[in-house]
């Protein structure tokens, strides 16, 4: 270590965490229908691939938006040379239209202050850097997404300020517990230059009302502090309310310091395409938007890709009738996933956007700590065989909450996901599973179902569980499935 740098030899990436560590178990056993079918199911990955063929439709009829075809071989010397950092004009201009449309048009965005990024990690780290020196601190309301603690503090050296919130009302933060733990910290001398959001937020699965919104603006306003909002899931807002960009609220407030308010954005969640690494740093601040460009040639969209998404996103029929279907799709697929978890008894967390649902686990812990829930999510890892991600990852105040995600796999994939889920939930299979011996009166083959809603016969008539799990009995008293 002696040889390396303090930054390269630090774990403060974070990577030893529950939440890397189940993508690491699926990593090395990953589920396949006919190839692997006993493997680990990856549920812990918020990608959207349910509009995927759009694209590949949209791409099959203009061939010609790739330099990387016959038909579009003509743009080739103009693209694959030196691009300036500022990025393709036609490429900003093409964002900053998306981001509207995709804010239902009631704001608008000037693509001179589009800013590209290596994906919105980038994109958030950028703005650190122009915001924070090290040591530094900004306030984060939890649950948070688990990779903030390294996009945000990893290589700039400034801290997180978790804001403790809870689920009395949803997790939904409010202005009294920003104000107490804005001044804990000035107390310890520690310095507040920011406060960031996510919104929907990620694990939450929640958007934030337009009051919550003028709250946190007049907030940050009051302090002059920076005001950050991640709103890379602003296309998956599928039920009420509507989703609300702080952009629309900053246009309507009065006496806001417009320097203040920073957005993020990307492709990767509402179009599906993480790989493209197409982020987004939008600012109102000048000095910002001029230094976030300086440092965006550390992490450049390829012209290339520039190039493809300008040309798709600017055809408006495109966009209008994709926003509508993705939309409508993740709708259908949080139905389809939380109306099965509800067969069984388990509830989620109250959602209306995203790509995942918080699934409430707390009553199969046999004392409400985290370390019961770490213990549970091994069994749920090992055993179940789903990688899932438990609440304590996203700094979660309560232990038992675990981000479940479904848009990442097909429709078969998901009902076996469900029926796992279920097995472990009701004792299915719990005779051949060593952390619990249940006896049940219907013995049946271990064959798969095709379907988890038909033939299911259980009684139990004695049932033992692990140290940090409670009875699945104790956990779903009123189950229709119990019942029977």
Not at 246 to 261: G, K, P, S, T
């Given at each position: 270590n002696q040889l390396l740098s303090k930054l390269a030899s630090s774990d403060k990436h974070g990577e030893a965490s529950p939440y890397f560590d189940g993508w690491k178990a699926y990593d090395n056993n990953p589920y396949h229908r006919t190839h692997n079918p006993h493997g680990v199911i990856?549920?812990?990955?918020?990608?959207?691939?349910?509009?995927?063929?759009?694209?590949?439709?949209w791409i099959r009829k203009n061939p010609q938006a790739s330099i990387c075809t016959a038909e579009g071989i003509d743009s080739f010397?103009?693209?694959?040379?030196?691009?300036?950092?500022?990025?393709?004009?036609?490429?900003?201009?093409?964002?900053?239209?998306?981001m509207e449309r995709a804010r239902g048009g009631r704001v608008s965005f000037e693509a001179e202050r589009v800013v590209m990024s290596g994906g919105a990690t980038g994109a958030n780290e950028t703005l650190m850097f122009c915001l924070a020196d090290p040591g530094d601190a900004f306030l984060v309301p939890t649950p948070y997404y688990a990779a903030f603690d390294r996009d945000l503090r990893w290589?700039?050296?400034?801290?997180?300020?978790?804001?403790?919130?809870?689920?009395?009302?949803?997790?939904?933060?409010?202005?009294?517990?920003?104000?107490?733990?804005?001044?804990?910290?000035?107390?310890?001398?520690?310095?507040?230059?920011?406060?960031?959001?996510?919104?929907?937020?990620?694990?939450?699965?929640?958007?934030?009302?337009?009051?919550?919104?003028?709250?946190?603006?007049?907030?940050?306003?009051?302090?002059?502090?920076?005001?950050?909002c991640d709103e890379i899931y602003a296309a998956t807002v599928f039920a009420e309310p509507k989703f609300i960009s702080v952009a629309e609220i900053i246009q309507e407030m009065v006496h806001v310091?417009?320097?203040?308010?920073?957005?993020?954005?990307?492709?990767?969640?509402?179009?599906?395409?993480?790989?493209?690494?197409?982020?987004?740093?939008?600012?109102?601040?000048?000095?910002?938007?001029?230094?976030?460009?300086?440092?965006?040639?550390?992490?450049?969209?390829?012209?290339?890709?520039?190039?493809?998404?300008?040309?798709?996103?600017?055809?408006?029929?495109?966009?209008?009738?994709?926003?509508?279907?993705?939309s409508k799709r993740v709708a259908k697929r949080h139905h389809m996933f939380t109306e099965g978890l509800e067969e069984m008894g388990i509830s989620c967390l109250r959602s209306n956007a995203g790509l995942f649902v918080l699934m409430d686990l707390r009553q199969m812990l046999k004392a409400q700590t985290f370390e019961s829930e770490i213990?549970?999510?091994?069994?749920?890892?090992?055993?179940?065989?789903?990688?899932?991600?438990?609440?304590?990852?996203?700094?979660?105040?309560?232990?038992?909450?675990?981000?479940?995600?479904?848009?990442?796999?097909?429709e078969d994939t998901l009902q076996i996901g469900l029926e796992r889920i279920k097995d472990f939930v009701l004792g299915d299979?719990?005779?051949?599973?060593?952390?619990?011996?249940?006896?049940?009166?219907?013995?049946?083959?271990?064959?798969?179902?095709?379907?988890?809603?038909?033939?299911?016969?259980?009684?139990?008539?004695?049932?033992?569980?692990?140290?940090?799990?409670r009875s699945p009995k104790l956990m779903s008293p009123h189950s229709p499935l119990l019942r029977a």
């Amino acid at each position: 270590n002696q040889l390396l740098s303090k930054l390269a030899s630090s774990d403060k990436h974070g990577e030893a965490s529950p939440y890397f560590d189940g993508w690491k178990a699926y990593d090395n056993n990953p589920y396949h229908r006919t190839h692997n079918p006993h493997g680990v199911i990856q549920m812990g990955l918020a990608e959207n691939q349910l509009c995927s063929d759009l694209i590949k439709e949209w791409i099959r009829k203009n061939p010609q938006a790739s330099i990387c075809t016959a038909e579009g071989i003509d743009s080739f010397s103009d693209i694959a040379v030196f691009q300036d950092y500022h990025g393709l004009k036609q490429f900003r201009q093409a964002i900053a239209a998306f981001m509207e449309r995709a804010r239902g048009g009631r704001v608008s965005f000037e693509a001179e202050r589009v800013v590209m990024s290596g994906g919105a990690t980038g994109a958030n780290e950028t703005l650190m850097f122009c915001l924070a020196d090290p040591g530094d601190a900004f306030l984060v309301p939890t649950p948070y997404y688990a990779a903030f603690d390294r996009d945000l503090r990893w290589r700039t050296g400034i801290r997180i300020i978790p804001v403790e919130c809870n689920s009395s009302n949803n997790f939904q933060v409010t202005k009294q517990a920003l104000e107490s733990t804005y001044l804990k910290a000035q107390e310890t001398g520690i310095k507040i230059k920011g406060l960031i959001i996510a919104n929907p937020s990620n694990p939450l699965g929640t958007s934030l009302d337009r009051e919550t919104l003028e709250s946190l603006v007049s907030f940050i306003n009051d302090k002059q502090i920076h005001l950050v909002c991640d709103e890379i899931y602003a296309a998956t807002v599928f039920a009420e309310p509507k989703f609300i960009s702080v952009a629309e609220i900053i246009q309507e407030m009065v006496h806001v310091n417009r320097d203040l308010i920073h957005i993020v954005y990307s492709l990767s969640k509402d179009m599906g395409l993480p790989g493209f690494r197409v982020g987004v740093v939008y600012s109102y601040n000048d000095v910002v938007v001029s230094c976030a460009r300086k440092m965006s040639s550390f992490g450049l969209v390829s012209s290339q890709t520039q190039s493809f998404v300008a040309a798709m996103l600017s055809d408006q029929r495109f966009v209008d009738n994709f926003l509508v279907e993705v939309s409508k799709r993740v709708a259908k697929r949080h139905h389809m996933f939380t109306e099965g978890l509800e067969e069984m008894g388990i509830s989620c967390l109250r959602s209306n956007a995203g790509l995942f649902v918080l699934m409430d686990l707390r009553q199969m812990l046999k004392a409400q700590t985290f370390e019961s829930e770490i213990a549970l999510w091994r069994v749920i890892i090992n055993k179940v065989k789903i990688n899932i991600s438990p609440g304590s990852s996203f700094h979660c105040s309560e232990p038992g909450w675990f981000r479940v995600c479904f848009a990442n796999m097909d429709e078969d994939t998901l009902q076996i996901g469900l029926e796992r889920i279920k097995d472990f939930v009701l004792g299915d299979k719990a005779s051949k599973n060593e952390n619990y011996n249940c006896i049940c009166n219907n013995k049946r083959e271990n064959k798969k179902r095709k379907s988890f809603q038909k033939n299911l016969k259980l009684s139990f008539s004695s049932m033992m569980y692990d140290e940090h799990v409670r009875s699945p009995k104790l956990m779903s008293p009123h189950s229709p499935l119990l019942r029977a």
